[in-house]
């Protein structure tokens, strides 16, 4: 069974901080994605990671998968409040046969003015 | 945004009642999700459609049943429902490219089972 698994659960900064989320498994991923959910709403699709060794930028956001698929990481520079909220990876889960999402437990950010 | 809408947004409700959650899309995609979130636990599968008619069990099935009469329409149904199904529910959608599966989410819908 392919499992996700991100630390830390928790992360609580002030503004202006730099922080590093991780998303490690034992299994290789073709992509993994990362989602942003705040409170009371679904999860938003940030990025996908394709290519072991890619990085993606958004903004403050650094994406980046690992050169053997197995992990990933998102770095947010000089962070805000409105980054606040739940941070989730996901890859394909191959044990399946319909390209089903398995999902981490999610990083709880929180940043204070 | 993708245009994904849930109904009831909360609901309350007696152990031993029915309930139906319906996921609403006008995206016309072909993949459809139910999924509970808990804390601890994170998202996990419930029932998920490949098209009309088609749907199939995912992680946390037991207790659940699902329809999809129509491209747009996935219906989630708690038979008898118990207070361990108290969950936060998402929908949502993707037109699944193998190697990605780019999922979008509806909003939720809380649930209480007292």
């Known amino acids: 069974t392919q499992l996700l698994e991100q630390s830390p659960q928790f992360l609580s900064i002030q503004e202006g901080e730099n922080l590093t989320v991780y998303c490690n498994s034992s299994?290789?991923?073709?992509?993994l994605q990362w989602y942003r959910q705040e409170p009371g709403e679904g999860p938003v699709l940030l990025v996908t990671v394709v290519t072991g060794g890619e990085v993606k930028k958004l903004k403050r956001l650094t994406f980046q998968f690992g050169d053997a698929r197995k992990d990933s990481s998102l770095h947010i520079t000089a962070a805000q409040p409105g980054d606040t909220g739940l941070y989730l990876c996901?890859?394909?889960?191959?044990?399946?046969?319909?390209?089903?999402?398995?999902f981490g437990k999610g990083t709880k950010l929180s940043v204070k003015p | 945004d993708a245009g994904i809408t849930q109904s009831p947004r909360h609901k309350v409700t007696e152990t031993g009642t029915p309930v139906t959650l319906r996921c609403h899309q006008t995206e016309n995609h072909r993949y459809m999700y139910w999924y509970r979130q808990d804390p601890g636990h994170g998202l996990r599968l419930i029932h998920y459609?490949?098209?009309?008619?088609?749907?199939d069990k995912g992680e946390v099935s037991d207790g659940y049943s699902v329809s999809r009469s129509k491209t747009e329409d996935f219906l989630l149904t708690l038979e008898s429902a118990t207070s361990s199904q108290t969950s936060v529910y998402f929908c949502a959608i993707s037109a699944l490219r193998l190697d990605y599966n780019e999922q979008f989410f509806g909003p939720g819908t809380r649930l209480t089972v007292l």
């Open positions: 459609s490949y098209g009309v008619k088609d749907t």
């Open positions: 299994s290789v991923f073709s992509s």
């Open positions: 996901a890859g394909v889960d191959y044990g399946g046969s319909q390209g089903n999402l398995i």
